[in-house]
Nanobody
């Protein structure tokens, strides 16, 4: 299996920032650069939704509410995925999950929550 472990969550006041990271363990015959990676979140009473994703070609995409505030990045050598979150609001409160899927995806599929591998999540709480 591919294993993902998130960290960096916590409590922050509205307007603050957090940086999430996800350590990804992949099959020994593969490299992280072969995987699309994404951040998803699930708030109480809501379904899981995409936040941001980065494909194998260097393309990144964001859900509308994250554009201009969040930045997704990856370090394939360190096998780590990052999510820099700025100008946080209470609406960003959720459990944040990182996900991975082997190979490329068409742009319209990048933010779909149908990735193969998922982490256990890290909690982000934003207070007003």
């Amino acid at each position: 299996q591919v294993h993902l472990v998130e960290s960096g969550g916590g409590s922050v006041q509205a307007g603050g920032s957090l940086r999430l990271l996800c350590l990804v363990s992949v099959y020994s015959d593969y490299a992280l650069s072969d995987y699309c990676l994404g951040w998803f979140r699930q708030a109480p009473g809501k379904e899981r939704e995409a936040v941001a994703a980065a494909d194998i070609y260097g393309r990144v995409d964001y859900v509308d509410s994250a554009k201009g505030r969040f930045t997704i990045s990856r370090d394939n050598d360190k096998k780590t995925l990052y999510l820099e979150m700025n100008s946080l609001t209470p609406e960003d409160t959720a459990m944040y999950y990182c996900a991975a899927d082997y190979g490329g995806r068409l742009p319209l599929r990048l933010l779909r929550p149908d990735y193969t591998y998922w982490g256990q999540g890290t909690q982000v709480t934003v207070s007003s």
